[in-house]
């Protein structure tokens, strides 16, 4: 028995339009708290012999002027310092000061200028950008033996569409920690968007894949036989399962990162997570009513 999913095409688009609002007004109002990768800085790796609480290493480096320090754990008793951008001498005050807490093992200690860390933000965007059109050659190309009832690009310019909206939602979460948990946005993060991507550009092509077979056996002569809301929502039900089983074995992986990775780990699983969640919906109930519409549209058009 097939689920008549896109009967709700409208409550699909209401929900996602809120998503995406409240997504672009974290972004407008809080923007990301962008971390030394992008804006340069130093970072200080650290062993103590006995670790102690962050509020206490604070307090012990608050007369060095090194402005807002990010403290991160590593391990079972090492800590991340991120900082703004200092010199050697200041690094040797902070081993120093470190020292009077507890005796430490330096582990290491680098430093990334403003230059770099503005080339980086450019590269990212340029690198986002270039995949987004990538995939859409790549879902054009896939789909040229279907040209009926539309054309293989606008599958592809859906399925950018449903991609925006799978990177949007995981970047206006991460403007709300970073102004309430200070999360920061660095490179590891952008790898968790550009593997969402990848991830969920699968999850569509599937689906479109099989209204394409549907299309192909049920209109061999290319002839208007069918009903394309139809094939879709067939589409849809002979791959809900597979959809869902697929996020839910992945997401079993991330909550364990997440909860057992350790904090270095933790906000990328997240990321993850979350695009993982959205990617799915989006799919299933975003990409593939946007086909009908898209449809319904130039029918009225014509």
Same mark, same amino acid.
């Given at each position: 028995?097939?689920? !008549? @999913?896109?009967?709700?095409?409208?409550?699909?688009?209401?929900?996602?339009?809120?998503?995406?609002?409240?997504?672009? !007004?974290?972004?407008?109002?809080?923007?990301?708290?962008?971390?030394?990768?992008?804006?340069?800085? #130093?970072?200080?790796?650290?062993?103590?012999?006995?670790?102690?609480?962050?509020?206490?290493?604070?307090?012990?480096?608050?007369?060095?002027?090194?402005?807002?320090?990010? &403290?991160?754990? +590593?391990?079972?008793?090492?800590?991340?310092?991120?900082?703004?951008?200092?010199?050697?001498?200041?690094?040797?005050?902070? &081993?120093?000061? $470190?020292?009077?807490?507890?005796?430490?093992?330096?582990?290491?200690?680098? #430093?990334?200028?403003?230059?770099?860390?503005?080339?980086?933000?450019?590269?990212?965007?340029?690198?986002?950008?270039?995949?987004?059109?990538?995939?859409? @050659?790549?879902?054009?190309?896939?789909?040229?033996?279907?040209?009926?009832?539309?054309? #293989?690009?606008?599958?592809?310019?859906?399925?950018?569409?449903?991609?925006?909206?799978?990177?949007?939602?995981?970047?206006?979460?991460?403007?709300?920690?970073?102004?309430?948990?200070?999360?920061?946005?660095? &490179?590891?993060?952008?790898?968790?968007?550009?593997?969402?991507?990848?991830?969920?550009?699968?999850?569509?092509?599937?689906?479109?894949?099989?209204?394409?077979?549907?299309?192909?056996?049920?209109?061999?002569?290319?002839?208007?036989?069918?009903?394309?809301?139809?094939?879709?929502?067939? #589409?849809?039900?002979?791959?809900?399962?597979?959809?869902?089983?697929?996020?839910?074995? +992945?997401?079993?992986?991330?909550?364990?990162?997440?909860?057992?990775?350790?904090?270095?780990?933790?906000?990328?699983? $997240?990321?993850?997570?979350?695009?993982?969640?959205?990617?799915?919906?989006?799919? $299933?109930?975003?990409? +593939?009513?946007?086909?009908? !519409?898209?449809?319904?549209?130039?029918?009225?058009?014509?």
């Amino acid at each position: 028995m097939n689920v !008549s @999913f896109l009967k709700y095409s409208k409550i699909y688009y209401i929900f996602s339009i809120l998503l995406a609002l409240a997504a672009i !007004s974290c972004l407008i109002f809080f923007g990301l708290k962008f971390g030394i990768d992008f804006l340069g800085g #130093s970072i200080l790796e650290v062993n103590f012999e006995q670790r102690p609480e962050n509020p206490v290493i604070q307090e012990k480096l608050k007369d060095l002027n090194l402005g807002e320090i990010t &403290i991160q754990p +590593s391990g079972e008793k090492g800590i991340i310092l991120r900082m703004k951008e200092i010199n050697e001498e200041t690094h040797q005050k902070i &081993i120093s000061k $470190l020292n009077e807490i507890s005796e430490i093992k330096e582990k290491r200690f680098e #430093s990334i200028g403003p230059v770099i860390g503005k080339e980086l933000r450019q590269k990212t965007i340029i690198l986002i950008i270039v995949s987004l059109i990538a995939l859409l @050659f790549y879902i054009a190309i896939a789909f040229k033996k279907v040209s009926r009832p539309l054309s #293989s690009w606008q599958y592809g310019i859906i399925s950018i569409v449903a991609l925006t909206f799978d990177v949007l939602i995981p970047i206006g979460i991460f403007a709300l920690l970073g102004k309430f948990y200070n999360a920061q946005f660095n &490179i590891p993060i952008v790898t968790a968007l550009l593997t969402i991507l990848g991830y969920t550009i699968n999850d569509k092509v599937i689906v479109f894949d099989r209204v394409r077979e549907n299309l192909l056996r049920l209109q061999p002569t290319h002839r208007p036989l069918y009903d394309f809301k139809e094939v879709v929502n067939l #589409s849809l039900n002979q791959t809900l399962i597979r959809s869902l089983s697929t996020g839910s074995c +992945s997401l079993l992986v991330l909550f364990s990162l997440f909860f057992f990775g350790g904090e270095t780990l933790k906000y990328f699983s $997240l990321t993850l997570i979350v695009g993982i969640i959205i990617g799915t919906y989006s799919s $299933l109930f975003l990409a +593939s009513p946007l086909l009908v !519409s898209w449809l319904k549209r130039r029918e009225k058009k014509d």
